[in-house]
């Protein structure tokens, strides 16, 4: 799952605005997702009452109804890819913080190594 801003050098915060906004769009994605299950649940709801007085609409509401699920499955597909590409950013990130400590501490401690020798 990489991207091609996998391949340049960015800031930590580039790469926190880039966690941001995937959160962001996949919060997004899975409301829509949440409202497009909602509906369809209504438009199956709707099918069945309907089917003995009109076959033929309860027929559409029903393939309405299949569409609107297969929107959802791929609104919340999409929704879970971004939460793991944030996710892998975000391991970027502590990995980097994790990495600029440790040369704070060695500087720390040679720092402190040539004190006690004087």
Do not use: C, Y
């Not at 990489?2 to 941001?20: G, I, P, Q, T």
């Not at 409202?35 to 033929?56: F, H, Y």
């Not at 109804?65 to 502590?94: C, G, M, P, W, Y």
């Amino acid at each position: 799952m990489f991207s091609e801003k996998d391949l340049v050098e960015r800031s930590v915060e580039d790469m926190a605005a880039e966690v941001k906004e995937l959160l962001t769009e996949a919060g997004r994605l899975r409301e829509e997702h949440d409202r497009a299950r909602e509906k369809e649940m209504l438009l199956r709801t709707r099918s069945v009452e309907t089917r003995p007085t009109d076959a033929e609409q309860a027929e559409r509401l029903w393939q309405e109804a299949e569409e609107l699920h297969e929107a959802a499955r791929e609104n919340l597909r999409f929704s879970t890819e971004k939460r793991l590409r944030a996710a892998d950013v975000q391991h970027r990130i502590d990995v980097h913080d994790l990495i600029e400590s440790m040369d704070n501490s060695d500087k720390v401690w040679s720092q402190a190594a040539r004190a006690a020798r004087r």
